[in-house]
Each structure stands twice: as structure tokens, then as C-alpha cells.
């Protein structure tokens, strides 16, 4: 038999069946007996003490070894309990005034844990006993047998994961349902319990059931338990210090443990990427199975389905059909068949009859393939994009039925008005009625917080989305980025679209700005307004990177994390200057700049930095130096006006 210590003890050596002689069986029917009661007396006290004098001899022998740890040594005891003892420690039983404690028992709500010592005898701990069982990833044991990293890889392949594979659905849930009522436990007001998911080996498979061992840690953030430490602990560790490369081929075996935990999760509320170490678990997880999905997008598709489904007698079939369609792509038959078709048109200044006629007819077809919550990208102001497929995408009004017989009304082809704009993806290819085809950017993250979470979320978790999602990703986006997006702005204001008629960015809709291709880019359509040249300015930049949350919010104070504002602010002020953006002309320009200033806490007056940069713009240098220039001056206007923090 294999046993496998609990508590800190991944490591797992084979041994014989131990017979429990009677002084170690005496000793765990005393355990057990103190264990019932509420206190320990006098009498039981001796007792216990007694009893383990008399079997702390047979209990250490080899044939009760079950394991060695960072901080200790496992010994079965019984069927029920095993003793740790301190590694280099020899354990005395002689001092009179031998401290007896019971288990705090702070993690009895726990279903699946296993890691809490029952009693505590001076140094000694007592654990309850698993009994038979089988750690996830490679056990010690094993790593010490194998001679290369190809066997331990085919372990981990051939053995591991279909085992793990056939472990039944409630016994995941049971798991993610724990890690759920660890998140709402604290040891003291900033200290968090989380699971430590290092070691593989703190997740046992006992039967048909999976069980949670070692100790439990404390951490200042709260929600760490997610389901990136799942799949940490059960897809991407084969040992506390090694990480899987491939499934070979046993990705199939991997997607279904993958899938169960998915599933587990989205029945407990998990939260899927707290950590930052949560994104690198997740791409390694993908990357390994093969699963060609943008993980960011996947995560908000998974968010979209919670925040819509919040029954979840509704949402788990919805999420199991898009977990599916992602683990096995489908897109053959009718989206692939208005692939082949675009792809045979796109890029020609006009099409025939024909080809239109065409076009509408496989249009028709995939209708109702289309428009499903699987195939959901983002909604906007007035419209919601659907993946076609991965090359093409569709814009439809959000408030419109959209059905085969409106599709050949007002046909139009696209005529690439916006084509010098690089980072353009709101002009459609072509609109057939009110169903618009566009390029595919895949994921994208919007600016502020996205229409369809900010639906669902209470204001209070509108502003935790966006303190700690929102504000880090695009204060972290580069220069090169923000200045890209200024120059369509610039381009744009260029344009006519008759004698009085200018192209205008809507920026009231912070998400009409994306990050998606490793770039910052523009995806609503171009409104005309007249008798307003060049409006876009550096003050609508302002207003979607920090005044909005939403189109119907306004951006909530940072509080500590205000210096993520003025990074953003400081990349916006250079980009603007880069294009030439800088003139603020109206009241709401001077109201943006305004409301920018105070979220960022600066209180220089905005005609005193927007005259300064200008001037900077102006100096007769290569824009490198202007830039650096320019950030040198922003340096030293937020250190005159000092954050409250």
C-alpha cells in the first residue's frame, strides 16, 4: 500500500500493511476519545499521556513511516489518526507539565480538508489518518525512481491525468466548493486564509474522492482560492518545484479534468484569476492542451455567462456548451462556409450582383449559428459584436431583431474611407441591413468597465474592477500604444465628409477604445458633425482612459492607486502632444481636462500644462527628445502637486 502524508507531506513511499500492536492501538482509541469531548479532564490527560509513552516506540518504526516534509515526519498511528513529529527533534514525554491542546478546529466547515491536526501533545501533532490514496502530479516517490525527464513526463501523461480524468464531477465541486468557504475566512482582519497550490501533492485522490491537505496560510489579499490554483494544483505542477511542458497525448484527458474544474468553479462563485500567478497558470494550462483561445477572452466570455445567468440551473448548461465549443472548435459547415466567401471578396473596391447575392444567401444560413451567448464579444452603446469566426466578427444594434428577410435591405459594400487609420476596426466590410461583417480582433479588453459586466455589478464592484483590473492593464500599455491611437485621432480630423461635415470619436463610451492585438485600437463607427473641426482632441482621450467608467458613469476616485491615473495621464498628455492634439476649444474640452486634473490630485491650472507642452511640442528637436522632454515635465508636475497618500 501507498500512503501519502498529509500536512506539509507530499512525500510518498511504498510500505507494508502495518499492524497496530496494542500500545499504539490503545493510544489512537485514547485519541479517539478525547477527540469526542469538549474538554480534556485530569484523568483523560494522564491517560493520553500514558498511552503514548507506552506506544511512541512502536509507532515510529519504519513500517508506520509514511512520510518526511519540510518542517516534519508522518507515522501512522491507526486506521484514524497519524502523529507529526518535528524533523530533527526527538520527542520528550517526560516533563510533568506536557501541554495538551485539542484542534482549534477553525476549518470544521471544510468538507474535503484534511490538514488540521485534531490534537496537539507538547510538539507533537495528531492528523487524522486518509488512509489509501494517490497525490495529483508525480509523487515523490516516483520522481526519485524515474531517471528522465521522458518517464517522469510519461508518468505524469499516461498515469496521472487519465486517473485524475475519470474523478467524478462532485467530487470536483466538493473541492471548488471549499476553496469558495476559504475565501470567506480570515485568521484576523487583513490576513486571508489561502490554499497553498505549490506542491500537487496537497491534493488527494482517497477513492473516487478528492481531499485537501496541509496547512493552511495566511496572505494580505483577499479571494486568492481561485480557479487558477485549481488548475495549478491539478494541470500544471508535477512536483513543489517542477512545472508540466506538454500533455502529449493525453490532451483529451487533460481538457476533461480541465473542463470538471471549470465547471466545479462556476458552481462555487470562484473567482478565475485573482493572482497574478493565475495568468501564467492559465496560458501554460492552455498552451499545453492546445486549446487556441485567447485566455482574456475566454475569462470574460466565462463573465459574460455569470453576470447574465446568475441561476444556476441556467448557467452551467450555457457555460458547458461554450466550454465545449472552445475545447472543440466548430467552426465548419455554415460560419466556415461565409468565411470561404468573404475571404474570396474582401479587399476588392466592389462586388457583382452575384457575389452580393451570394454573401446575403450564406449570411441567412448562419443567422442563428451567429447571434448565441457562446459566440458573444462585447456590446457597445448602440451595438453587440459576435464572432463569425476567427478571421470575421458581426455588429448588430442591440435592441433590434435582426432576421433573414431584413438582410438585403440597403446593402452596402465597404468602401475603406478609414483605411490610413491603422488602428481602426469600426468601419464595417460590409452591412447587410442592419448586420454589419468586421475584421475579427479577437480579445479585447475595453477601456473602463465593459456594458455587459457593468450590468450586472453593484457599484461597489464596479469600482473594484475597475481599481484592480482596469487601471493596471492600461497603465502598464506602452507609449508606442497611446501614441498610435492620438494619430487616427489626428488623421480623423483631417477628413471631410462634406463642405461642413467632420468626423467626430465618440468618447462618452470609454469601451469604444480597446486593447486587443497587443494595440490600443478604435471599434465604434465615426459620427460627422457639422460646422466643428478637428474635435478630437487630447481631452476626449482624457475622457476614456480616466473620466469614465461607463457611458452612464462617471470614473470612481482611485483612492491609493491614483499613481496608476497619473501614468495613464502622462502617456496621454505625450500621445496628444505626439499628434498634435493638445488645443482644448470648447467648454467640454476644458471640463475633461478639469475632471482628469482632479483625478489625478493636480492642482496646476490645465492652460499652464497644456501651454507648456505645446511649447515642448514645439522645440526645434526629433520627437525622442521631446518626449523625454516631456515626461520631465510631467515628472515634476506631479511632484509639485504631492497625492494624499
Known amino acids: 500500500m501507498k500512503v501519502t502524508l498529509q500536512n506539509n507531506y507530499s512525500y510518498t513511499y511504498p510500505m507494508k500493511k502495518p499492524v497496530f500492536q496494542s500500545a499504539s492501538g490503545d493510544f489512537g482509541k485514547a485519541v479517539g476519545d478525547v477527540f469526542q469531548k469538549e474538554t480534556i479532564s485530569e484523568t483523560a ?26 518542517n516534519g515526519t508522518v507515522y501512522q498511528i491507526d486506521k484514524n489518526f497519524a502523529m507529526k513529529i518535528n524533523n530533527y527533534a526527538k520527542p520528550s514525554l517526560e516533563t510533568s507539565d506536557l501541554v495538551i491542546k485539542k484542534g482549534k478546529n477553525i476549518f470544521k466547515n471544510l468538507k474535503t480538508y484534511y490538514g488540521e491536526e485534531v490534537l496537539q501533545i507538547g510538539d507533537l501533532k495528531i492528523l487524522r489518518n486518509l488512509g489509501k490514496h494517490t497525490p495529483a502530479g508525480v509523487p515523490p516517490e516516483k520522481l526519485k525512481d524515474l531517471k528522465s525527464l521522458e518517464e517522469i513526463y510519461k508518468y505524469y501523461q499516461k498515469e496521472y491525468l487519465p486517473l485524475f480524468a475519470k474523478v467524478p464531477q462532485k467530487s470536483y465541486d466538493a473541492v471548488a466548493e471549499d476553496f469558495a468557504r476559504l475565501n470567506k475566512m480570515k485568521y484576523s482582519a487583513c490576513e486571508y486564509c489561502t490554499f497553498d497550490s505549490k506542491n500537487p501533492g496537497n491534493i488527494l485522490l482517497a477513492g473516487d474522492e478528492l481531499k485537501l491537505t496541509d496547512e493552511i496560510n495566511s496572505i494580505n489579499m483577499s479571494e486568492t482560492n481561485s480557479v487558477g490554483k485549481l488548475m495549478e494544483l491539478m494541470l500544471y505542477k508535477i512536483s513543489s518545484l517542477d512545472s508540466i511542458r506538454s500533455y502529449g497525448d493525453n490532451t483529451e484527458e487533460a481538457k476533461q479534468i480541465l473542463r470538471k474544474i471549470l465547471i466545479a468553479s462556476e458552481k462555487a462563485n470562484l473567482p478565475y484569476d485573482t493572482r497574478e500567478r493565475d495568468r501564467v497558470v492559465w496560458d501554460g494550462v492552455f498552451k499545453n492542451a492546445e486549446i487556441n483561445e485567447d485566455v482574456d477572452d475566454f475569462i470574460q466570455n466565462l463573465e459574460i455567462i455569470r453576470g447574465r445567468n446568475p441561476r444556476l440551473s441556467k448557467r452551467i448548461p450555457e457555460v458547458e456548451k461554450y466550454v465545449d465549443s472552445v475545447f472543440c472548435p466548430s467552426f465548419k459547415g455554415r460560419s466556415r462556409e461565409l468565411e470561404k466567401v468573404l475571404d ?16 446575403i444567401e450564406k449570411i441567412k444560413n448562419v443567422l442563428q449559428d451567429i447571434l448565441i451567448p457562446s459566440r458573444f464579444i462585447e456590446e457597445g452603446t448602440h ?79 464596479q469600482k473594484k474592477y475597475y481599481i484592480e483590473k482596469y487601471l493596471p492593464k492600461f497603465a502598464s500599455i506602452s ?17 471631410r465628409f462634406g463642405p461642413r461635415s467632420f468626423g467626430l470619436f465618440d468618447s462618452l463610451n470609454p469601451n469604444n477604445i480597446v486593447y486587443g492585438k497587443k494595440s490600443l485600437l478604435l471599434v465604434d463607427e465615426i459620427e460627422t458633425l457639422c460646422d466643428k473641426p478637428y474635435a478630437n482632441t487630447t481631452a476626449k482621450l482624457l475622457e476614456v482612459f480616466i473620466n469614465r467608467a461607463t457611458k452612464d458613469r462617471e470614473a470612481p476616485d482611485a483612492g491609493e492607486k491614483v499613481k496608476l491615473v497619473r501614468k495613464i495621464f502622462k502617456k496621454t498628455l505625450i500621445a496628444g502632444m505626439y499628434a498634435d ?27 499652464e500644462i497644456i501651454n507648456k507642452m505645446e511649447q515642448i511640442g514645439g522645440m526645434p528637436f526629433d520627437m525622442d527628445e521631446k518626449i523625454t522632454i516631456a515626461r520631465r515635465y510631467i515628472d515634476t508636475l506631479f511632484s509639485v502637486n504631492p497625492t494624499n497618500i
Not at 403 to 426: A, D, H
Not at 481 to 495: F, G, H, V
Request: proline share 5%; with cysteine; glycine share 6%.
Open 581 to 607: 492634439l493638445l488645443h482644448a476649444d470648447s467648454k467640454e474640452d476644458c471640463r475633461n481636462w478639469e475632471i482628469a486634473l482632479r483625478k489625478c490630485q493636480i492642482k496646476t491650472p490645465l492652460f
Open 383 to 461: 451595438n453587440a459584436v459576435y464572432k463569425i469566426t476567427t478571421k470575421y466578427a458581426a455588429r448588430v444594434p442591440v435592441n433590434t431583431q435582426i432576421t433573414p428577410s431584413t438582410l438585403g435591405e440597403g446593402f452596402e459594400w465597404g468602401k475603406g474611407i478609414f483605411s490610413r487609420m491603422r488602428n481602426y476596426y469600426g468601419e464595417p466590410i460590409l452591412q447587410a441591413g442592419k448586420f454589419q461583417i468586421l475584421h475579427n480582433i479577437g480579445f479585447q479588453m475595453p477601456a473602463g468597465i465593459p456594458e455587459h459586466l457593468s450590468k450586472t455589478m453593484s457599484e461597489h464592484q
Open 45 to 70: 490527560r494522564n491517560n493520553l499521556i500514558e498511552k503514548l509513552r507506552l506506544a511512541i516506540k512502536e509507532i515510529i518504526k519504519p513500517k508506520n513511516f509514511m512520510g518526511r516534509g519540510f
Open 479 to 495: 507609449q508606442y500604444n497611446y501614441n498610435q491611437i492620438a494619430r487616427d485621432l489626428a488623421i480623423l480630423n483631417e477628413m
Open 344 to 359: 474570396n471578396v474582401v479587399g476588392k473596391p466592389e462586388i457583382s450582383e452575384k457575389e452580393k447575392n451570394l454573401i
